[in-house]
């Protein structure tokens, strides 16, 4: 879905039919939910104690990711750049879950 969204923005920002911009923004604000909801499971869901303990950095991780899913994210903007950024915020919670995953 974050991948989407930043997809969303890129293909916003090359665009200039109004019709195409109003559609782009309401998929990428449903696709910034999706992801904010994706992020909420995972964090609620699959990670427990002992992954917090091991991995202090987790919670912040994960607060930092959904609010750039957000309204003040991805979600009411369309800069590529903060798209950009929950990618990478995505991908150092995704390295965590893999090595949890491994051991």
Not at 42 to 56: G, I, Q, R, S
Not at 72 to 94: R, S, W
């Amino acid at each position: 879905e974050a991948e989407s969204v930043r997809a969303i923005a890129e293909k916003y920002q090359g665009n200039d039919d109004p019709a195409f911009r109003a559609r782009a923004i309401q998929i990428k604000e449903a696709r910034s939910d999706l992801v904010k909801h994706h992020l909420w499971v995972l964090w609620t869901d699959y990670f427990k104690a002992p992954h917090f303990e091991k991995y202090p950095q987790l919670n912040e991780l994960f607060n930092e990711a959904t609010k750039l899913a957000g309204a003040g994210g991805t979600k009411g903007t369309n800069d590529v750049a903060v798209a950009d950024a929950l990618l990478a915020k995505i991908d150092e919670i995704a390295a965590i879950f893999w090595e949890t995953k491994a051991a």
